[in-house]
């Protein structure tokens, strides 16, 4: 018969299993990033990696940046890797992020019709460019999702004098979703659509759109990744959650990130070291 002693060792050995399961599920965090980080394809490329180097899981919730602050806001993650400075900062100096650590950069661009319909197609001044589509009347997708491509589009129409709520007709339209579905709207209507350089090379969908404007100073584009202050949510996972702020900004990390290419051409490019990124 088993001894009280074999029971004992059989009720410890049982519990060293539950909290060794426990502490594998534990090892695992949230990230709210902007759409462009996983339609690109990036993610899909770096987080293996990480996970290989440290055991943790990442799991990605896919919004626009205004609504992955939200998010972060909310506690319901655990990191917050988004492309938008200022919403950023903000985020930071109202205490819901701890410290903001400038990521990696690309670039917007103004995608068209390769019919060339507003008479753009080939200029490098987005400002001027905007102008143009709005007095043509041209069709234009917006995603009028709040995310950091949104606020960089509302951002480029004010450069251009224009207050879009106002000046907008038929020819504008707001979709309220992410940059896929609004490359694909753009794409299936043959209209103009500001979009992230990475999902645009990734995007399959593209029927007779092209690069219509890119290279203006103004369509840079920088990411920043933060991770959920835990003195305002208890249940944030500091440690797991900042090792994978570590990481990325490590140079192993920005290895990964300058690694991932489509078709030979380089997506995002880290920048963690750069003053004032």
Do not use: C
Request: charge should be positive; aromatic fraction near 8%; hydrophobic fraction near 40%.
């Amino acid at each position: 018969m088993p001894t009280r002693r074999l029971f004992i060792v059989m009720a410890a050995a049982a519990s060293l299993l539950a909290s060794s399961a426990a502490f594998s599920q534990e090892k695992s965090i949230v990230v709210a990033s902007t759409t462009s980080t996983q339609d690109s394809g990036l993610f899909g490329h770096i987080l293996p990696l990480f996970k290989k180097k440290t055991g943790i899981d990442v799991r990605v919730v896919s919004q626009g940046t205004g609504q992955a602050l939200d998010t972060g806001r909310r506690g319901d993650a655990d990191v917050v890797f988004v492309h938008a400075k200022r919403q950023e900062e903000k985020f930071v100096a109202d205490g819901f992020g701890v410290r903001r650590y400038p990521v990696m950069y690309n670039d917007f661009i103004l995608i068209g019709p390769k019919s060339n319909s507003a008479g753009i197609n080939g200029t490098k001044d987005i400002v001027a460019a905007l102008k143009i589509v709005k007095s043509n009347g041209a069709p234009f997708i917006s995603r009028g999702d709040k995310s950091g491509t949104h606020a960089a589009e509302l951002r480029l129409w004010n450069a251009a004098g224009i207050d879009i709520t106002k000046d907008r007709g038929a020819w504008y339209k707001e979709i309220g979703q992410g940059m896929g579905a609004a490359l694909n709207t753009a794409s299936a209507s043959n209209a103009y659509v500001l979009a992230d350089r990475g999902t645009w090379l990734s995007f399959k969908n593209r029927g007779e759109l092209v690069i219509a404007v890119e290279g203006d100073n103004r369509l840079f584009n920088q990411y920043g990744v933060m991770l959920v202050n835990p003195e305002k949510h208890k249940h944030v996972k500091k440690e797991l959650g900042q090792a994978f702020v570590d990481w990325l900004i490590s140079a192993e990390g920005q290895k990964a990130i300058a690694d991932y290419k489509i078709d030979g051409q380089q997506l995002f490019f880290p920048n963690a070291n750069a003053p004032g990124a």
